[in-house]
């Protein structure tokens, strides 16, 4: 069954920390998103990427960096964690992008103490 | 830059009452437009999505949305709400990149 996760589900850390958001899809799209989405507010991207080794920066100054190596993994990394971060992290992919449905995952809910 | 807005910020409906969520979307063309639905601790799920043709858009779950150009609206209907519809929807536009509304928080009374 075609699918996009995401692991870990919920991750409490100190801050300092650096973690690794992980996201995998079996549906061979090329294009990935990663979204950052608080309460009452809309979902921002914050990084994206057309394919392997394509990376983007989204609309959403992060201090998050992404790595697209394989098609099916596009992890989210976080170098130094700071209570800042804490926000639910959306992945979803596409087959095309832009105007095209986006799949999601069901999201890392982060805290950052 | 395409923009959505969902002017709602939270509706309550009666299990079995009608439900109209509204959108209002910028966009300088005919934008392809979306809803989808996330219930708590889930990522978002498609209901439906307009690209062209008939206005009137059918989706999953009993769910329908009518594309007005003219009021620039993509309003999301549901003749009989069911107690599991209570979750929280998003409209979005896409073009370029996919815009998102903020959301409207739907709670279903019995």
């Known amino acids: 069954e075609a699918d996009i996760y995401q692991t870990p589900r919920y991750l409490v850390i100190g801050t300092g920390k650096k973690i690794t958001l992980e996201c995998s899809q079996t549906m061979g799209h090329d294009k990935m998103y990663w979204y950052q989405q608080d309460p009452g507010m809309e979902l921002h991207l914050i990084h994206y990427s057309y394919g392997v080794n394509s990376t983007e920066k989204g609309d959403l100054s992060s201090e998050s960096t992404v790595s697209r190596i394989r098609t099916e993994h596009f992890p989210l990394t976080l170098e130094s964690a700071r209570p800042s971060h804490t926000s639910q992290y959306l992945c979803?992919?596409?087959?095309?992008?832009?105007?095209?449905?986006?799949?999601f995952g069901p999201g890392t809910r982060l805290t950052v103490l | 830059a395409q923009s959505v807005t969902q002017p709602d910020i939270h509706i309550t409906v009666s299990e079995g009452a009608s439900l109209e969520l509204r959108c209002n979307y910028s966009?300088?063309?005919?934008?392809?437009l979306f809803w989808y639905v996330q219930s708590p601790g889930q990522g978002l799920q498609l209901l439906l999505k307009?690209?062209?043709?008939?206005?009137l858009v059918q989706g999953i779950k009993g769910f329908e949305a009518e594309f007005k150009r003219s009021q620039s609206s993509f309003n999301l209907r549901k003749p009989s709400v069911h107690w599991s519809d209570a979750a929280e929807y998003f409209c979005?536009?896409?073009?370029?990149?996919?815009?998102f509304g903020a959301g409207t928080r739907l709670t279903v009374k019995p």
């Open positions: 979005a536009v896409g073009a370029g990149d996919m815009r």
């Open positions: 979803a992919s596409s087959v095309r992008f832009g105007g095209d449905e986006q799949f």
């Open positions: 307009y690209f062209s043709g008939d206005t």
């Open positions: 966009y300088g063309a005919t934008p392809y």
